[in-house]
């Protein structure tokens, strides 16, 4: 259920509405918009009886939200959600995209410095790294954990780049949470519903990456897990599913972007680094997402892939993402939409120091 103010609802009849939600054992979720502020109510006792609410000073009109998703919902807020960063350009849901480049894993510090140095240059405003990975064989790197996270940390302070890295579990959500800006919850946590729950305690926006084999609901329900438990700043990320097709390692769903968009507030962007495994893909790939109206990119970049330690298939170079960054400008023009001009930056006299 949904409760719409009237335009001129004042802070304390808002206030007054949710303290009586909550009286009655439901969770309130305030959600002001550019013409008045509407209320979210979820709770697993069942739908609410709107009498108690529907004579309340403020209260325009109380609407049944009929999707199982109901914050994600554009039924609840109609303006996009725009996702922005304190003393940084760089955003999610604007105007402007926001562009996520960077190894699959931090593996040393003058690896990540290196690629760090390059994406910045190209004018990315977000850098990626894995410091704890999810990988198939337990065999195969895992990451650098807590020291992935510091050089990561330093590489913000250096570049002013914002930091995104994945948690796989409890432990390492209370770390990621700490040291990035924004969490990333990875394909295969998509339904690990206690991890959802947790990301939604915490205070960084979330970067939730679309589960292998989810349908488009089963996404926003995953989405739908942190708002409610008050964390409304969420970025979905489109990765590629598993399908019949073996010539990429996952298939990119480009028209899931359009679909979100029409059902959901929240931003979403395209990793076409994991959804197409392979390094001459990930240019035409990044291009069609960004011309099918992505609100940003994530991609993987390596200096020297043939020695990744994890993705190096599927990482592109510091050169071609030079490219791709100058190809998308273009295209994003087209749509009214812009990509961030690339930077200097005093010379290092080694990478990181
Ligand atoms: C990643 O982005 O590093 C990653 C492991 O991606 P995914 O969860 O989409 O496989
Ligand atoms: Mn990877």
Redesign the pocket.
């Known amino acids: 259920m949904l409760v719409v103010m009237k335009a001129h609802a004042t802070e304390e009849q808002v206030r007054a509405v949710c303290e009586k939600i909550e009286s009655l054992g439901y969770r309130a979720h305030p959600i002001p918009g550019a013409q008045r502020t509407a209320i979210g109510i979820t709770g697993n006792k069942g739908a609410m009886e709107p009498g108690a609410l529907e004579e309340m000073s403020g209260v325009q009109e109380l609407i049944q939200v009929s999707k199982p998703y109901k914050l994600v919902s554009r039924d609840v807020k109609e303006e996009d959600t725009v996702i922005q960063f304190p003393g940084s350009d760089g955003s999610f849901g604007g105007r402007d995209l926001g562009i996520v480049a960077g190894p ?2 931090i593996e040393s510090r003058e690896q990540a410095f290196t690629i760090a140095e390059r994406v910045a240059k190209a004018g990315a405003r977000f850098f ?1 790294g ?1 410091a704890y ?2 990988r198939t064989s337990p065999y195969a790197f895992q990451g650098m954990g807590e020291d992935g996270l510091k050089i990561m940390a330093e590489i913000r302070e250096r570049y002013g780049l914002r930091i995104i890295t ?1 948690a796989l579990d409890d432990e390492s959500l209370e770390l990621v949470a700490e040291y990035a800006d924004v969490v ?1 919850i ?4 998509m339904q690990n519903f206690s991890l959802l729950k947790k990301a939604g305690r915490q205070r960084k926006p979330v970067m939730l ?2 589960g ?1 084999a989810a349908t488009l609901e089963e996404f926003l329900m995953a989405a739908e897990y942190i708002l409610s438990e008050g964390n409304y700043r969420v970025i979905l ?1 489109e ?2 599913v598993r399908t019949f097709a073996d010539h990429t390692r996952n298939t990119l769903d480009l028209s899931i972007v359009p679909a979100v968009q029409r059902l959901s507030h929240l931003p979403i962007v395209v ?1 076409p ?2 959804g197409t495994g392979k390094r001459n893909k990930v240019g035409p790939l990044s291009r069609a997402a960004v011309a099918v109206g992505a609100d940003g990119l ?1 991609v ?1 970049v390596h200096h020297d892939p043939d020695h990744a330690l994890s ?1 190096g298939m599927q990482s592109i170079f510091p050169d071609q993402f030079d490219e791709l960054m100058q190809e998308i400008r273009q295209i994003a023009a087209i749509l009214h939409r812009n990509v961030q001009e690339s930077r200097t930056f005093p010379a290092t006299a080694k990478a990181g120091r």
């Open positions: 699959c894993s990626r894995g990975k999810p994945e990333q990875g394909a295969r946590n990456k679309r292998m990320c990765r590629g990793d680094s994991h994530m993987e993705d």
